[in-house]
C-alpha cells in the first residue's frame, strides 16, 4: 500500500469492479477448508440448535422455492452465530419415503412389484446418495453455513434406531395399536396414508338423483355424486322429525338396481332441507358414512380393492376402476329407468398430496398411535412454543382441532425404515426387541425368539409394513442430540419450515415429544411461505415454471438471490423477481464501490495526528447506533426481511448518499485532523455495515472485511462479534439536535439542481436557502456539499 500513488489503488490490490464468480468460489473453499461452521459441543457452551427440515431427496431439479425457504431460515443461522452461539446446524435428507420410489419407478420405468425388493431398495438408495448431492452442492453454492459432518439420512443407521426405539417406547406405554379398520387408501401408491396426507380439489362432477323403493312401496329419491357404491350400500337415513318418512320407520328400502334390502334408520345429523331429507349410507364413500357405520354398528361391505377396482359385491362391475364403474351404473339406472335426473356441480374432494389421486376409504390392518383422543394435549404443547410469525399459531390449531382419527404410520411400501416387531401367526401376539439391539430389520433377521411367548407357535413372521416417513421425521427432534451424543441438547432451538407442513412435520414432532418426554421439541418455529413464479403461481416441478437453481446462481451470484429471498416476510409467499435479483447485484456493486473510495483515502494519510470530528461524523454514528439496535431487534424476532430494509435504508440513503458525500471536500482538503475523523468514522461505520450485511449477503461481505478487519486473528466476518453501539471519544461535546436542518437545506439544494437540470456536481454562484437552518453552524457543510459559492 505504501507504493500507492495518492488516491489510487492499483488494480492487483483493490480491482475495480468485483467478481462475484471469483470471490464466491474463493469463499467457499476457505470456508470448507477451515472447517468454519463444525459444530464442536463443550459443556457450558451459548449453543444454539437447529432442527433443519430434511428434504426429499427424489427432487432432482432444484428451484428458487427452496433457495427462498432454506436461506430464510440460514440468516438466523448466521446471526446467531456471530452473537457468541456455538450452532449446530446439520442437514438431513428424507429419503425413504413415497416420493423417492415414485422417482425411481419413473426415471427406471420399472414396476416395483416385479423386481425383488432388494434390487427395488438398491435403486433408491442410489438416487438417494445422487440427489443429497445435488442438494449439497446448491447449498455450498448458496453458502448455506451447513456442518457437513453432522449429515444425516433419514434411513441411516443412528435415525433408524431414533425411530423404532421411538415406536417401541409408544408401544410399551399402549400408545400404539394395530387394528383392521376402515382405512385413508391411495389407490394409485397402493398404499395407506394419513388426515395429514390428504388434500382437497374441486371438480366438476354429477348430482345424480336415484330412485329407490321404500319399505311402504313409495318412491324415495336419494341424491348421491358416487352411484358406484350403491353395492355397498347397508343403511338408507332420514331426520326423525321429518313428516315425509313417519310411516317408514324401521322399515327397509331396495337398492335400485342391486335389488337388495337395507334397514331404513334416523338420525338427527340427516339435514331435513337437503335434497329430498333422504340419504344412503355406504361402506365407505366418506365420514359420513363412516361415523354413523361406527355408531349404528352397521353391516360391512367391502367394495373397492387396494388399486381401485370393485369387488365381487359389484355383481356384473367387478374389476372394474372406479370412474368407470361409475359411468356404467349411471348408464343401467338411465336404462331401467331409476335416474330420475343429474345436475352439474363442483365437487370438493379429497386427494393423496403425492398423486393426485382421489383417497377412498378401504379397510385394512394397519398401526395407529393414539391421537384424536389427546386434542387438549397438542394444542398446550403448541401454546408453549413460539410461532414466528405469531398468526401461524393458529393453522397448527385449526388442523388439531380438524383430528378425526388416530395417525397411521404404517405404510405398504418397499423403501422405508421397518416396523422393530415380529408377529406371531397363530395368536398374533408381538415380538419386540431388546433396545440394546437396535436398529434392527425383521425382514432380514430372525425374531428374538424361536417361539411365541404367549402360545408357544414357532410361526413368527416379520412385520411387513414399514413405516410412514412422518413417523420417521417426527424423531428429528431428539435425533439431533444422539448424533452428537449429548442429551441435554434437548428441545432444539429452532425449527424453520414451509407453513404446509406445519399439520405433519410440526405437529408429528410436537406429538413424539410430548408422548416420549412430555415436552415440546422446539422451543421456536419460523414459517416461511411458497415461491412463487412471476405470475404469482407456485412453484413446482410438475408445472416447470422455473429456472434451475444452480443457472440461477451462475448467472446473478449467490449473493444477489439470498438478497432476493429477503422480499417477503415469515410466512410470506414471493414471487421470482429478476429485478430484485438484481437489486442484489447493485447492493454488492454499491458495497465494492464505497470500500474503494475509503481505501483510495485510507492509505495517503498522516494517521499520527489526533482526529478532529465535526457535526457529520456524529450525525452517522448515531445513526449507525440505531441502525444496530433495530437491525439486532428484527433478527431476535426472526424479521429478517425488516432487518434488511433497516441495514438498506441505513446504508444506501445515510451513509452512502448523504455521509460519504458530506465527507469528500474533507478528504480532499488539507486539514490532516479533520480527514482523520473522516477516515476512523468512514471505517468503523463501514465495518459494521458489512457485519449488519453478512447473515444476508456473505460472499461480498467476507471479500470486503479482509481488506479493513484489523483483528488478523478472527479469521472470517462469520466468526466475527456482531456489532454493538459505540461511542467514539471526541463527538461527545458536539450537539448536532439540529442537524435534520441541515439535511433538510442539502434536499432543498439537491432538489433544485435537479429540477433545473443542473447537474449535482456543478458550482452555483450563489443560492438563497428557504429551509430555515444554522449557518453559522452548518453553513460551511451546506455550501461545499451543495457545492455553492454564496450561500444565504
Not at 440513503?653 to 482523520?676: C, H, M, P, Q
Amino acid at each position: 500500500m505504501e507504493n500507492q500513488d495518492k488516491n489510487t489503488l492499483s488494480e492487483e490490490f483493490f480491482p475495480k469492479s468485483y467478481d462475484f464468480k471469483a470471490s464466491e468460489e474463493k469463499w467457499r473453499k476457505d470456508w470448507e477448508e477451515k472447517q468454519l461452521y463444525r459444530f464442536d459441543y463443550n459443556k457450558g457452551d451459548k449453543v444454539f440448535l437447529v432442527d433443519t427440515p430434511p428434504p426429499y431427496v427424489s427432487a432432482d431439479h432444484l428451484h428458487a422455492g427452496h433457495i427462498m425457504s432454506y436461506t430464510q431460515a440460514e440468516f438466523i443461522v448466521r446471526y446467531k452465530r456471530m452473537r457468541g452461539y456455538n450452532v449446530f446446524y446439520p442437514m438431513g435428507f428424507d429419503d425413504n419415503g413415497l416420493p423417492t420410489e415414485r422417482f425411481v419407478e419413473k426415471k427406471y420405468s420399472i414396476d416395483k412389484s416385479k423386481i425383488t425388493k432388494s434390487e427395488f431398495i438398491a435403486l433408491c438408495l442410489k438416487e438417494t446418495e445422487k440427489g443429497i448431492e445435488t442438494y449439497k452442492n446448491l447449498w455450498n453454492s448458496l453458502g448455506i453455513s451447513v456442518d457437513w459432518s453432522k449429515t444425516y439420512s433419514t434411513i441411516d443407521k443412528l435415525p433408524t434406531k431414533v425411530s423404532q426405539w421411538s415406536i417401541l417406547d409408544l408401544y410399551k406405554k399402549g400408545l400404539i395399536y394395530k387394528k383392521e379398520l376402515p382405512i385413508l387408501w391411495c389407490p394409485f401408491c397402493g398404499t395407506a396414508i394419513s388426515q395429514s396426507d390428504l388434500e382437497t380439489k374441486e371438480r366438476e362432477s354429477k348430482m345424480n338423483y336415484i330412485r329407490f323403493t321404500l319399505g311402504n312401496g313409495q318412491e324415495g329419491i336419494i341424491a348421491t355424486t358416487r352411484p358406484e357404491m350403491l353395492p355397498a350400500c347397508v343403511a338408507v337415513y332420514y331426520h326423525p322429525d321429518d313428516e315425509r318418512y313417519q310411516d317408514i320407520k324401521d322399515g327397509e328400502a331396495t337398492v335400485p338396481l342391486f335389488d337388495f334390502k337395507v334397514p331404513i334408520k334416523t338420525s338427527e345429523a340427516v339435514d331435513k332441507e337437503k335434497g329430498t331429507g333422504l340419504m344412503m349410507v355406504c361402506t365407505w364413500g366418506d365420514q359420513e358414512d363412516l361415523e354413523k357405520w361406527r355408531l349404528d354398528n352397521l353391516e360391512t361391505k367391502n367394495l373397492i380393492t387396494e388399486d381401485g377396482r370393485l369387488t365381487e359385491i359389484a355383481g356384473k362391475y367387478q374389476g372394474m376402476i372406479i370412474e368407470q364403474a361409475r359411468k356404467e351404473i349411471i348408464k343401467d339406472l338411465d336404462s331401467a329407468g331409476l335416474l330420475l335426473k343429474q345436475e352439474s356441480i363442483i365437487q370438493s374432494v379429497n386427494i393423496h398430496e403425492r398423486c393426485d389421486t382421489p383417497v377412498e376409504l378401504v379397510q385394512s390392518s394397519q398401526w395407529f398411535i393414539k391421537i384424536a383422543e389427546n386434542k387438549e394435549k397438542w394444542l398446550e404443547m403448541g401454546k408453549k412454543i413460539n410461532w414466528y410469525p405469531e398468526h401461524m399459531y393458529n393453522n397448527y390449531e385449526l388442523w388439531v382441532n380438524s383430528l378425526k382419527w388416530d395417525w397411521c404410520i404404517s405404510r405398504q411400501r418397499y423403501y422405508g425404515v421397518p416396523f422393530p416387531f415380529w408377529i406371531c401367526q397363530d395368536c398374533g401376539e408381538i415380538i419386540i426387541p431388546d433396545e440394546n439391539d437396535l436398529p434392527v430389520n425383521p425382514f432380514e433377521q430372525d425374531a428374538p425368539t424361536d417361539k411365541c411367548p404367549k402360545c408357544g407357535s414357532s410361526e413368527i413372521e416379520p412385520e411387513k409394513d414399514v413405516m410412514d416417513t412422518w413417523a420417521t421425521s417426527s424423531c428429528t427432534p431428539f435425533l439431533l442430540r444422539e448424533i452428537v451424543d449429548e442429551k441435554d441438547l434437548f428441545p432444539v432451538d429452532l425449527r424453520p419450515n414451509a407453513h404446509e407442513i406445519i399439520r405433519t412435520w410440526d405437529f408429528y414432532s410436537i406429538v413424539k415429544s410430548a408422548l416420549h418426554f412430555d415436552s415440546i421439541p422446539f422451543k421456536n418455529v419460523m414459517i416461511s411461505g411458497h415461491g412463487l413464479d412471476e405470475q404469482g403461481k407456485k412453484i413446482s416441478k410438475r408445472l416447470g415454471n422455473y429456472t434451475p437453481s444452480d443457472k440461477l446462481v451462475e448467472e446473478y451470484g449467490a449473493d444477489a438471490i439470498r438478497y432476493w429471498a429477503t422480499g417477503a416476510g415469515l410466512g410470506q409467499n414471493l414471487r421470482f423477481n429478476p429485478k430484485e435479483i438484481k437489486k442484489g447485484k447493485q447492493i454488492t456493486t454499491k458495497l465494492w464501490n464505497v470500500a474503494r473510495f475509503i481505501m483510495m483515502y485510507d492509505h495517503n494519510t498522516d494517521k499520527s495526528i489526533e482526529p478532529i470530528y465535526g457535526y457529520a461524523d456524529k450525525w452517522i454514528i448515531e445513526e449507525m447506533n440505531k441502525a444496530i439496535d433495530q437491525t439486532t431487534r428484527f433478527f431476535e424476532e426472526y424479521q429478517y426481511a425488516k432487518a434488511k430494509s433497516e441495514i438498506e435504508e441505513f446504508f444506501m440513503s445515510k451513509f452512502a448518499d448523504y455521509y460519504v458525500e458530506f465527507v469528500k471536500y474533507r478528504l480532499n482538503g488539507d486539514d490532516i485532523a479533520s480527514k482523520n475523523a473522516c477516515l476512523i468514522s468512514l471505517k468503523e461505520v463501514f465495518n459494521n455495515i458489512l457485519k449488519l450485511y453478512a447473515p444476508i449477503i456473505p460472499f461480498i461481505t467476507e471479500e470486503l472485511y479482509q481488506y479493513f478487519k484489523e483483528d488478523k486473528e478472527i479469521i472470517s466476518i462469520h466468526k466475527s462479534a456482531w456489532p454493538e453501539p459505540i461511542n467514539i471519544e471526541g463527538l461527545n461535546t458536539l450537539d448536532i439536535a439540529d442537524f435534520a436542518e441541515a439535511l433538510s437545506t442539502i434536499d432543498e439544494i439537491r432538489k433544485y439542481k435537479s429540477e433545473n437540470q443542473i447537474s449535482l456536481g456543478a458550482e452555483l454562484e450563489k443560492y438563497e436557502l428557504k429551509t430555515k437552518t444554522r449557518l453559522d453552524k452548518y453553513g460551511e457543510l451546506i455550501s461545499k456539499v451543495g457545492r455553492i459559492k454564496e450561500l444565504s
